[in-house]
């Protein structure tokens, strides 16, 4: 069963040594990074995946006034964890979550788009595409497709 922890002194530590798979670096940012952001920026949630006691994978989520909307902005399973359908059912879990505790109505994903696993799993979960999008940060340009689902 999927679980959302608190990122804290407890566990801090494994979400940072989670890591994704070589050939998909680059379609998520490091776990360090996000758990930096989010200790210096207002208005981003992290949390730990876990599957009963194990921790499987890491998220943030935030408000973004750009959309505007809630986003599911960073998520990942550990490599070790892949195939084992973690991915789905922890984002089941996560819009469930949203929509109950939250009540939120609509969550936006963005998905790099040249990761075809990743979207084919976000649409067959429900996730629909909304439009493509082009931005350059830290001197890297990223190539987006956004994906929404009512909830």
Same mark, same amino acid.
């Given at each position: 069963? /999927?679980?959302? &922890?608190?990122?804290?002194?407890?566990?801090?530590?494994?979400?940072?040594?989670?890591?994704?798979?070589?050939?998909?670096?680059?379609?998520? !940012?490091?776990?360090?990074?996000? #758990?930096?952001?989010? $200790?210096?920026?207002?208005?981003?949630?992290? $949390?730990? %995946?876990?599957?009963?006691?194990?921790?499987?994978?890491?998220? #943030?989520?935030?408000?973004?006034?750009? /959309?505007?909307?809630?986003? #599911?902005? &960073?998520?990942?399973?550990?490599?070790?964890?892949?195939?084992?359908?973690?991915?789905?059912?922890?984002?089941?879990?996560?819009? &469930?979550?949203?929509?109950?505790?939250?009540?939120? !109505?609509? %969550?936006?994903?963005?998905?790099? /788009?040249?990761? /075809?696993?990743?979207?084919?799993?976000?649409?067959? %979960?429900?996730?629909?595409?909304?439009?493509?999008?082009?931005?350059?940060?830290?001197?890297?340009?990223? &190539?987006?497709?956004?994906?929404? %689902? $009512? #909830?």
């Amino acid at each position: 069963m /999927i679980q959302f &922890r608190e990122v804290d002194k407890s566990n801090y530590m494994d979400c940072l040594c989670l890591k994704v798979k070589e050939s998909q670096k680059g379609f998520v !940012a490091d776990n360090a990074q996000s #758990l930096v952001e989010a $200790r210096f920026e207002e208005g981003l949630f992290t $949390r730990a %995946i876990y599957a009963d006691d194990t921790l499987v994978g890491f998220l #943030l989520f935030d408000y973004d006034c750009t /959309i505007p909307g809630w986003s #599911l902005s &960073r998520f990942m399973i550990g490599q070790q964890y892949q195939g084992q359908g973690f991915g789905k059912e922890a984002v089941k879990a996560f819009l &469930r979550y949203m929509k109950e505790e939250m009540q939120v !109505a609509e %969550i936006y994903i963005s998905v790099e /788009i040249e990761n /075809i696993p990743a979207a084919e799993m976000y649409k067959k %979960i429900g996730f629909t595409f909304v439009k493509s999008v082009e931005y350059e940060f830290d001197g890297v340009t990223y &190539r987006e497709n956004q994906m929404k %689902i $009512r #909830l």
